[in-house]
T-cell receptor, first 112, second 115 residues
Framework: QKEVEQDPGPLSVPEGAIVSLNCTYSNSAFQYFMWYRQYSRKGPELLMYTYSSGNKEDGRFTAQVDKSSKYISLFIRDSQPSDSATYLC????????????FGQGTILTVHP | SAVISQKPSRDICQRGTSLTIQCQVDSQVTMMFWYRQQPGQSLTLIATANQGSEATYESGFVIDKFPISRPNLTFSTLTVSNMSPEDSSIYLCSGAGLAGVHEQFFGPGTRLTVL
């Protein structure tokens, strides 16, 4: 079993839709939960991170962590074609603080 | 956040040869890392580049195959040695400052094809 599981998609939505991206993880020691966006032929870009459980909002993006169910979510409101990218969840903390563990990434396409 | 550049951005190499990838950060960082991202796959950590000492390698990666240097707080190199087609991948450098690894930022990657 992978430490972080993410549905690779692809996910295709119309412009303006609400997008929900999700990951599950197995190591209860993880404390930090990150979402990265990666455009084609570019490096990953950190969107936001959450420490422990709870929600965090940044503009159209909301990250949500439920440690009881080991579930990580990213919501994108009013999605735009420019949001089309691969979204990667990642975790850190626990016994290997210096290491990020990534999900496989979900390919998102927002069509006009 | 700091900006990371990598050279080369891409290369096509023959099997049995070696390639050195350079990573430059525009400000000092506490930690630097090297990742591999195979087509359609997630990022896999190769090693942590330690300043002035040997890198710390993850399971499945060895120094003879992926020697790493980090002479100062802003520069690191990764060499892919004795390459085979299975080494074809994107190699990414990343850095993190005092805030911690959860605020890690990445370079644009080096796209390597081995024939």
């Amino acid at each position: 079993q992978k430490e972080v599981e993410q549905d690779p998609g692809p996910l295709s939505v119309p412009e303006g839709a609400i997008v929900s991206l999700n990951c599950t993880y197995s190591n209860s020691a993880f404390q930090y939960f990150m979402w990265y966006r990666q455009y084609s032929r570019k490096g990953p870009e950190l969107l936001m991170y959450t420490y422990s459980s709870g929600n965090k909002e940044d503009g159209r993006f909301t990250a949500q962590v439920d440690k009881s169910s080991k579930y990580i979510s990213l919501f994108i409101r009013d999605s735009q074609p420019s949001d089309s990218a691969t979204y990667l969840c990642a975790t850190a903390g626990g016994t290997s603080y210096g290491k990020l563990t990534f999900g496989q990434g979900t390919i998102l396409t927002v069509h006009p | 956040s700091a900006v990371i550049s990598q050279k080369p951005s891409r290369d096509i190499c023959q099997r049995g040869t070696s390639l050195t990838i350079q990573c430059q950060v525009d400000s000092q960082v506490t930690m630097m890392f090297w990742y591999r991202q195979q087509p359609g796959q997630s990022l896999t950590l190769i090693a942590t580049a330690n300043q002035g000492s040997e890198a710390t390698y993850e399971s499945g990666f060895v120094i003879d195959k992926f020697p790493i240097s980090r002479p100062n707080l802003t520069f690191s190199t990764l060499t892919v040695s004795n390459m085979s087609p299975e080494d074809s991948s994107i190699y990414l450098c990343s850095g993190a400052g005092l805030a911690g690894v959860h605020e890690q930022f990445f370079g644009p990657g080096t796209r390597l094809t081995v024939l």
